[in-house]
Every structure is written in C-alpha cells, then in structure tokens.
C-alpha cells in the first residue's frame, strides 16, 4: 500500500535555528513529490515539487531535496514567519495526491 | 499565476438542508479537479477526483450521493453536501491541476468550514 510518513510531528525552533522535516515514501511509482504550507484555517500553498533523485528545489530559506525512498525540506535560519504545517505529498502514476500528515513547525523569536 | 477560489468560505447550515461549495480556477483551465476534507489537526482525506464533462471519482468509503460533485466547465467544480448532518461538519478544499502547464502539483482552494447544526 501506498504511504506517505513525515518526521517529526511537531518541531520547535528558535529563530535562525536550522533543521531539516523528513517525507518518507513507499509507492509503486512516483510521479512527483509536492511540499506544501499550511497555515492554520487556510489551504496549503504550493511550495516545490521534485521528480527525479537527486533533484533540489531553492526557495528563500527553504530547500527540498529528494532522493529515492525520501525528501527532506531543509529550513534555514527561520523566522517566525516560517511557523505552519508543512505537508509533503507523493503522486503515483495514478493521477493521485497521498499526502503525510504533516510537521507543525514552530518558530520562536 | 494559479490561483483557486472557493466560495462561501464559511457556511451554517441547519441538520437536513443542502449545501453548495464552489471552487473555481481563476487563471487556468482545470480539467481536474479534486475535493478533500480535513479534521481538526489531521491531514487532507482526498474524497473524490472531478473530471470535467464525466463523472466524478470517488474514493472508498465516500457516499456519491450525499457529496454530489459537478464539474461543468473547465474551470468551475461543485460539491454539494445533500441532507447535511453534524457529523459533515469539517473543512472541505478543493484542488485543481493546471494541465496545460504539463506538470502534476495541484493548487489548493483556500477552503470552506462547514458547520452544520
């Protein structure tokens, strides 16, 4: 079966505090893998999206990187702006989204 | 570019009556379309894949005809919570994928709380 699985949880940083929030995968074909941001009563915001090993995606302090059993969403130096859910998902050849149930980050000045 | 809207952004409604929720692309075409539901502190349970011009896609477990989804142009999807109960209650959004473009992310709707009563 199909699965998505985000580590950690939760995670609490201070300001400029580096890490990194893990997507592993497991399905049978992979069309692409999608980060996204939620922020608390609105719709996730469309952040990367990675097709191939080996394949990294900059965005300001935000990185993405995949490999062939996981992607990892490297933050750096956060702002307290940075704080949401951050949700990764897995396409497979099937024209469906399976998405992890995300890391709640929070940033604290 | 890639913007979705969704329409009401909150509803009431009272234990028996229908519901309505709109979601438009508003600079692309969209044939696809998708629904999700979110609980509280959970993660988007995809419920249906909307198909302009054919009928919608269900996934397991979700009652075609209570969630009735039309997907009547290219850039407009409905889903209509029929004969709602509280247990509807939940924050639905919706998604659509910008085929023209030739990639696969979805843009998400900013989402609809429903609350039935």
């Known amino acids: 079966e199909d699965q998505v699985t985000q580590s950690p949880e939760a995670l609490r940083l201070q300001e400029g505090e580096s890490s990194s929030l893990n997507c592993s995968y497991t399905?049978?074909?992979?069309?692409?893998l999608f980060w996204y941001r939620q922020d608390p009563g609105k719709g996730p915001e469309f952040l990367f999206t990675?097709?191939?090993a080996g394949e990294e995606k900059e965005k300001e302090r935000l990185k993405a990187t995949l490999t062939k059993k996981e992607s990892f969403l490297h933050i750096t130096a956060p702002k307290p702006e940075d704080s949401a859910t951050y949700l990764c998902?897995?396409?497979?050849?099937?024209?469906?989204?399976?998405f992890g149930s995300g890391t709640k980050l929070n940033v604290k000045p | 570019g890639a913007v979705v809207s969704q329409h009401p952004s909150r509803v009431i409604c009272k234990s028996g009556t229908s519901v309505k929720i709109e979601c438009r692309s508003l600079?692309?075409?969209?044939?696809?379309m998708f629904w999700y539901r979110q609980f509280p502190k959970q993660s988007l349970m995809l419920m249906a894949t909307?198909?302009?011009?054919?009928?919608?896609?269900?996934e397991q477990g979700v009652e075609k005809d209570k969630f009735l989804i039309n997907h009547a142009s290219l850039t407009l999807s409905t889903l209509t919570v029929t004969s709602a109960h509280p247990e509807d209650s939940s924050f639905y959004i919706c998604?659509?994928?910008?085929?023209?473009?030739?990639?696969?992310?979805?843009?998400f709707g900013p989402g609809t709380r429903l609350t039935v009563t």
């Open positions: 998604s659509a994928r910008d085929t023209a473009g030739g990639t696969y992310e979805q843009y």
């Open positions: 399905v049978s074909g992979l069309r692409g």
């Open positions: 990675l097709y191939s």
């Open positions: 998902a897995v396409d497979d050849n099937f024209n469906k989204f399976y």
């Open positions: 600079d692309f075409q969209a044939t696809t």
């Open positions: 909307s198909n302009e011009g054919s009928k919608a896609t269900y």
